[in-house]
């Protein structure tokens, strides 16, 4: 089997595995100005994609693979396709704005045409391949997926986790472990390797504690979210806790494709009581939100663009309000500025930001101990190569790896091909 890695090594985004020329795992943008995106490989001309999930770090990139003469097909589940639509159609309108084309509507009507829906625990033998095909539920978003990969013709397999979660959330059952298939080759995300996530209930209690003490000194409580899950997830934890919070940014939009996938979902009737009870903002709103003491969950998580800015600029100067980080800050990113200087850029300026500014880690991602049990698992029922991608500290988790188990553990550089027999 020969793996090439196209992105997504030593990095947080664009992840991109190549698979014997033919097949494609994810293929993803890294969110900076402007987008970093897969290496190209001669010429790409895949029978194959596959996608583990929406985020656009996993599928920013693949309606860019339809524009050839006989375009791949492309193999998801029913949610994953359906924001997949959702933030293409979104991507083309921001590189508008921001000056970069990547792909067109014409591209995302063809990967309508050419992508097959995938069930968990349903098998497909890939297009054009004596690959079997088989997607497990990864606990990270709606539809997201573990990909595991049978070639019949060598008797070997691989199982790409994608971005994986096996602890509670409000929104998602958690991945189980114990159900993944046995596979001779492991790819694992690193997000959090060395960073275990603290209890889920304590830190709630401190989100919550944090905006009630902001709501009651006057102030406002900005809440940036991604608008794929995290948004979802937080409107959900306020609404547990009577808190009714302003929506605005695509997170409705998203919500509305949830809601027409309840199978999908831990709690649909939870998700829909939250968002019933939610007050919905558009631009012409957006002041009256912000008049008042009050919360505003709201795109980007990132902070790269979005309404967030607007609420920036407009609460910069209020040692009263806050900013309550909800996820990871990729480098490069307005967020982790914010972290690491205090300050954004937001419509061409450098703005300084004199509220607080605090973090809450309500990852969708594996933390170190979570991860450590996966590779443990699939060291011990015979994996043989473990490739760890998609995290800032991948040489270190393969170390730990080599030297807890002695299996073959990688950590790869994008552009680095490897031939497994």
Known sequence: MKIKFLGGCNEVGRSAVLVDDKIIIDYGMRPSDPPKIPLRSGSISPNAVILSHAHLDHSGMVPSLMNHAKPPEVYMTPVTRDLTRLLGRDTIKVGKDQGFVFFGEEDLIKLDEYTHTVAYGERRTLNGSDYELELHNAGHIPGSSLVHLRKESEEMSLLYTGDIKTGKTRLMESASPADFPASDILFIESTYYGRDHR???????????????????????I?????????????????????????????????????????????????????GDAQFVNSKRRKKAISEPSVIVTTAGMLNGGPVLYYLKKIHEDPKSKVLLTGYQIEGTNGRRLVEEGCVEADGEIVKVNAGVEYYDFSAHAGDSELKKIVSRFCRNGTEVVFMVHGDHTEEFAAWTRNKFGCEAIAPNNGEEFIIE
């Open 223 to 275: 809440v940036p979210c991604f608008a794929v899950g995290r948004t979802q997830e937080v409107v959900m934890i306020l609404h547990s806790y009577g808190i009714i919070p302003y929506v605005d940014g695509m997170g409705l939009s998203v919500f509305s494709i949830f809601k027409n996938h309840p199978s999908s979902l831990k709690d649909a009737g939870a998700l829909n009581a939250a968002f």
């Open 199 to 221: 209890d889920r209930g304590e830190l709630e209690r401190e989100f919550i504690d944090s905006i009630e003490e902001t709501l009651n000194s006057g102030g406002n409580a």
